[in-house]
Every structure is written in C-alpha cells, then in structure tokens.
C-alpha cells in the first residue's frame, strides 16, 4: 500500500506542479533562475493536498486486488477480523495524516511565500535576465524609466535609454549608452553604462546640461545574488501556526479577510484528515462490494472512482465555498467527519457479517 501510495502522489503531485509553473511562469523565468524558488514554493502546498487522496485510491487498489486474487478468502479463514485485516492501512493512513499536517502547518507556510515572491519579480520585472529589448520598464514608481535595443549577452544589454528623476537633485535625467552590464550584488542589481551621455534639466530650468561619462553606475531594485526582493504584503497563508492561530482576534472583523483565514484553516487542520477518511472509505467500500473469493472484482475497482470525487469536491468546498461565507467551514469539517464514520460504519458492517456467518456454519454443518 504504501508503494502504491507513493506511486499514486507522484503521477498526481508532478503533473499538477509542473501545470501550475508553466500556467503562471513565462518562458523567461528558466532563463532567469525562477524555476527552482518557484518548485520549491509549490511542492509542500500540493503535497498535502494530494496526500489524501494517494492514500485513499492505494488503499483501495490494493484491497481490490487483494479480493481478485482471494487473499481476503484467505485471511477469513485464518478467523481474522475485518478491523484486523484493515489494521495495516489504518495504521498507514494515521501516519500519512501526521505527515500531512507537518506539511501543512510548518513546512507548507514556510516556504508557500516563494511562490508569490516569484510573482512577483515577475509582473514587476524584477530580475533583469527576463527583461524583453524593446519594451520600456518603469522602476522606482515610475521616476525611471529603463529601454534597451538587444541582449548582446545574458547581462549586457545594447543602445539604452534611461529616463529618470532626481528628488534630491530636483533635476530631470535623459541617459543614452552604447552598452549597459547588469551586475547582481547581494541585495540588487547595478547597472554599468558605458559610453554614454547624460542630458540633466533642473525643475523650473530652460537650460539642459550635457556631460560625456566613460563609466556610470545606477543602483536598481532588483533580484540580488543573496535571494529574491522582499514583497509589501503578506498573506495569511504565510503566517507560522502560532501567528496563523493569533490572526483570528483582527480577521474577525473584515468579512474577506475572515473568509480567507477560514479557507486556509480548513485546508490546514481538516484536508490532511481526509487520508484516514479516504482509506477509511475505500477500505470499507470494496470489503463490502467485493465478494471475498474474487467474484465482482469489476464493482470493486470501480468504488475507486468514488474516492477521487469526494476529494475533489471537498477541496471545491474549502476553496470556494468557504471563502463566501465562512460558516462553510463547519460544513465541510462535517462531510469530513461523516466520511470517516461511513467508512468505520462499512467496515464495522462487514465485521458483523462474518461474525454472523461463523456462528450460523456450525448449525448448518450438523443439518
């Protein structure tokens, strides 16, 4: 099972990671070194919510086969019980649940910010290897404003333009160079121009002044060497588990920022609940479906389809729902409960019937 499960997480978790980096990064990220900040701020978050449903569908696949092959024939007659027989995957359910809230209540928070960090280097062109020659990009709040003709490499950029204005100089500057050299510090970028002019007009003046530089250095805000630049917001999903907890007292009173702290509890503390729920489910669903001896093996396998839907639908719930009105929050901690008390009621409901069966064999031997 736990093969199995660690086989299902990977045809889900990879497809799903890579969709998601080639949905919101732009060929340029590969070139700018976003890829792998980006992989790592994804992965812990679809990990957890993927997690349940690995372990739902493997253990289902793996009792489904188990009654094809009439293992489970073999079991009961060793006068085992159900909860005995489902006892393995139980086990393997909690420790997946474990490992799940690890994901999402530490390791998720911690590094989910990344992601939105390469978003946001990306929608404000934020790392000079994605910029396009060409186009005009504005820094600074728009006091400058950066043009170049062509890459002549990775770092060096041709024919460039720079317009930009000077608070403390109260002097508006018109910059041309034949080469510019983006150099990455530890904090941001410095862009080298060389052979250039420098045309400068003071607030009020008619009179432009023009200087020849053979060198000359501007400081930009963007990705240095040492990691991405900081952003100036930071979502609830980002908070550790004790300020997530704390965040509660001041969401209270903004209706959308309750609604996406509700959201993001849910996901947290209810979604990795779903691996015992999902095996619980699955468990029970083909112990009851499947004839033990390997008969209506076609039913069993087809209970397998079940699991996915009722994950999917949650995960709707908690994203959506949820969001529009918190109170969903009880809803779906509710169809989380209840599938774990179907499935433990499945399971529960097998065991009884082959206590009913052991008892009746004697009486229908003497017949």
Known sequence: MLIGAFVVQTALTIPVVLSALFH??????????????????????????????AFGVAAALEFSRMAADGMIAVL???????????????????????????LSCWIAPRY??????????????????????????????GKRTVYFERWDTPDIASNVFI???????KTEETITASKAEFRRNDANVVMVLSHGQIQSRPDGGEHVRVSDFDEYAISLPMQGAKGLPPRSWKGVFELSMFDFIGY???????????GEWASEAVKRFAIPLLALAHTLLGVGLVLNVASATGRRSI???AVIAVLPA????????????????????????ALILGEIAIGAWLIQRQQRGRIVERASAPTLARA
């Open 76 to 102: 009961y007659s060793l006068r085992l019980s159900a909860w005995s027989i489902a006892r393995p995957a139980i086990i393997c359910a909690i420790g997946a649940t474990l490992f799940g809230y690890l």
């Open 299 to 301: 039913a069993a396998s």
């Open 310 to 333: 009722v994950h999917i639908g949650i995960l709707v719930a908690a994203e959506a729902l949820v969001r529009v009105n918190p109170l969903f929050a009880i809803f779906v901690t």
């Open 163 to 169: 317009r930009q204005y000077s608070e403390e100089k």
């Open 24 to 53: 919101q990064l732009p060929p340029a990220a590969m070139r700018g070194g976003l890829i792998g900040p980006a992989l790592i701020g994804t992965m812990p978050t679809v990990t957890y919510i993927a997690l349940p449903m």
């Open 112 to 141: 989910v910010g990344t992601m939105h960090d390469v978003l946001n280097v990306i929608r404000h062109s934020l790392n000079h290897r994605m910029l396009e020659p060409g186009q005009f990009y504005s820094f600074d709040d």
């Open 248 to 258: 509660l007292k001041f969401a209270v009173y903004d209706p959308r920022i309750f």
